[in-house]
């Protein structure tokens, strides 16, 4: 028998209900954890890298909230960074590495608008979402793809010195005539 959820509290908007019921389902079902990290920054961006809000690590299913109160002085401003993570997961599909076509700016103004319609109920049952304490340990930086190999331009790929090669001593194909080129298997 399937296990019943407690009703949700509403706030009389179907489309705000329905955005609501969205960001609880993955919070519940898709994301393992929430938790909160002091310093928290985004450790794929180019130094020097900016502290962010929160971090949302599709691989491992984890929302990272930024603890220091400098960018969350109320926990209002955490319900909002939860909303906002939650929909990266929501408009990329859950999908680690799959690039959502909605912008980063978008999500932003989703997560602003869905914060003054949500009731005052509704937002008392996301903070419950939110974890008292704070972890030591935070979301580690993403290792490069297969996909991002492939795609490499030839002027990134590595080169071997010419002082390197040239102790190697390997003839140049060029310089072979074609009765010298090895056969093919």
């Keep these: 028998m399937a296990r019943k959820r407690r009703r949700l509290p509403s706030s009389g908007d179907r489309l705000t209900d329905w955005h609501f019921r969205q960001i609880v389902d993955v919070l519940e079902r898709v994301v393992k954890a929430v938790r909160k990290k002091k310093r928290l920054i985004d450790l794929d961006d180019k130094p020097p890298r900016k502290a962010v809000r929160g971090l949302n690590d599709l691989d491992l299913a984890i929302i990272y909230l930024n603890a220091a109160k400098k960018i ?12 906002h993570e939650a929909f990266h997961t929501i408009l990329e599909g859950g999908k680690p590495g799959h690039k959502g076509i909605i912008r980063h700016e978008a999500i932003d103004v989703i997560a602003e608008i869905l914060i003054k319609k949500f009731t005052d109920e509704q937002k008392r049952y996301l903070k419950k979402f939110i974890p008292r304490k704070e972890v030591k340990r935070g979301p580690l930086p993403t290792q490069p793809d297969a996909s991002d190999a492939v795609s490499k331009k030839p002027s990134q790929e590595t080169k071997i010195p010419d002082v390197l090669l040239e102790d190697l001593n390997f003839p140049d194909l060029d310089e072979r005539g074609p009765e010298e080129t090895p056969p093919q298997t």
């Excluded at 969350?72 to 909303?83: F, L, Q």
């Design 72 to 83: 969350h002085p109320t926990s209002d401003d955490y319900v909002e960074t939860i909303i």
